[in-house]
Structure formats: C-alpha cells, structure tokens
C-alpha cells in the first residue's frame, strides 16, 4: 500500500537515493527544500516517489522492480495525485526516474497513458573550468541586484511588480528566511520591475541547483547571461558548485551554461502524460 511520509520520516529514503541523482531529490530528503514523499512501507521503504515542492514533477527512488509498488501507482495517482494536482493548477502528469533504470517501469507502468516523453541535460561549473572576463556592461536601462532581505521586503514600494520575485523564491523555498539562510539569488530591474532572476532554486551541501528566469517582454537582451555570470562568480568566490538543469530543446539555455563553463555532469529522460 501507498503511504505519503511525514517530514519528519524522510531520512527513511536516504538510502534509496542514487549517489549520481538529480539534486533536487536530494533536498526534499534532507529537508532543505520542500516536498511530499510517497512509498510502499512507511517504516523499511523500498521504492517511492517524491512530489517536488515546485510542482516541478514527481520522481521516482529505489527499487524499479518493486512489482506490489508499481502495481499500485496508477489506482494511486488517479485516486490521490491527481484529485490534489487539479487543485494547485497542474493539468499533466510529469514522471522522472532517480536513476535510468526507472525508464522502462515508467514507460510500461504508464503505458495505456498516452506517454510522451523529453530529454533533460545537467552541467555542473568547477572553478577550474569557468571562462572568465566577461563584459557584465548591460544594456542601459537595466541594473542588476543581489535578491536581498532588503528588496524582497520591499518596504519602500520600490519594485512594482515584488509578486514575480516573490511567486518565485517561494515555489522552491519553505519560507524567505530559508532561502536567505540557504540561498544565493541575483535579480535584473528595469524601470521599478524585477525583469530576470537567478537564484538558488535547490541546495544540497554547496551545491547549486539554478532557477533562472526573463520576463518574456525583456528577452533577447541577454540578461539571463549577464545574471547567470553574477550568480555563478558569486558561488565561485564562496566555493559553491553551480549546478544547471535544463531540457534538452532548451538551446539558449544551454548555450548560457556551454559559454560559461559548464561540463554536461549526466542526462536523463523525462515522462509526462495529461489527466484525463
């Protein structure tokens, strides 16, 4: 039987994870992000999923061939998942193994699902690989700013638009005061409005998970490059390792991470299918 975790039971699953793994199921395990766990036994788990805080998907851990879990999942997630999903606004499904293994369960667990499927790239930046000396002039008009406790406050009214950066630090952080506990993050502002941020969207010891992103009217300028380099000279400086993870088709951003300095640590495949 399916059983969801409590917080306080997640170290259960620590030894479930696969050492080469996405970081972010990492986090959500040690408590430094938030999440939902789900497993097949609550007191001696051998296979799960994690519900990632974000509603940026729902990762599977341990045991692929956990026939009694895998022949749950499906009664589970249209009697439990997907009644929840509806409510926080997600319309699909989006399934991503810990570890390769979990490709063929996934594709034949969900295969009356309409299952499509998209490729995921990881890079990592060591300070001996980063490409230096670029020119951080942007165009004028445009500053960029440290996400401090200050800005986020927004005491004085300054920045129109606080709910962007806000609806940001909260989908992957439990509260501000975590994130600044945590967390690194940098933002663009044009014109009183926070245009592009990037920010420590997952941490796990010293690394860096990267979230990043432009308002849609402001791109093309480069500044997710320009904010990019700040975040990652900053980690640098303070012997944090930026990690980036991004899809496949994504090629401006991985252009970003090639032209830094990031080398592609590991990829894998991500699963999706639309609730019915």
């Not at 989006?94 to 490729?119: A, C, M, P, Q, Y």
């Not at 005491?155 to 909260?170: A, R």
């Not at 990019?228 to 899809?247: G, H, Q, S």
């Amino acid at each position: 039987m399916i059983s969801e975790l409590k917080k306080s039971e997640f170290y259960r699953c620590s030894d479930l994870l696969y050492e080469q793994g996405q970081l972010e199921i990492k986090a959500v395990v040690e408590g430094v992000n938030p999440g939902r766990i789900f497993v097949d036994d609550i007191e001696s788990p051998a296979s799960g999923f994690i519900w990632l805080g974000n509603n940026d998907g729902f990762l599977f851990i341990g045991d692929e061939r956990n026939e009694v879990f895998n022949t749950e999942l499906n009664h589970f997630i249209d009697t439990v998942i997907i009644p929840e999903a509806r409510k926080v606004g997600l319309t699909w499904f989006e399934g991503i193994g810990n570890h390769n293994k979990w490709d063929e369960t996934i594709k034949k667990v969900f295969e009356n699902r309409n299952l499509g499927s998209w490729n995921q790239r990881v890079y990592t930046l060591q300070k001996n690989d980063y490409k230096g000396n670029f020119e951080l002039a942007i165009e004028e008009g445009y500053n960029i700013v440290e996400i401090s406790e200050i800005l986020f406050k927004n005491s004085d009214k300054s920045i129109e638009n606080i709910e962007f950066l806000h609806s940001k630090i909260l989908e992957c952080w439990s509260s501000p005061e975590r994130f600044f506990n945590e967390g690194v993050g940098y933002g663009v502002v044009c014109k009183n409005k926070i245009v592009s941020v990037c920010f420590s969207g997952f941490v796990v010891d010293n690394v860096h998970c990267i979230d990043i992103e432009t308002l849609e009217e402001h791109q093309g300028k480069k500044l997710a490059q320009k904010v990019a380099i700040t975040f990652v000279e900053n980690c640098l400086e303070n012997n944090l390792v930026p990690y980036w993870d991004c899809m496949e088709s994504n090629k401006p951003s991985i252009a970003v991470a090639e032209n830094i300095g990031f080398r592609n640590l590991f990829n894998y495949i991500g699963y999706d299918f639309k609730f019915e």
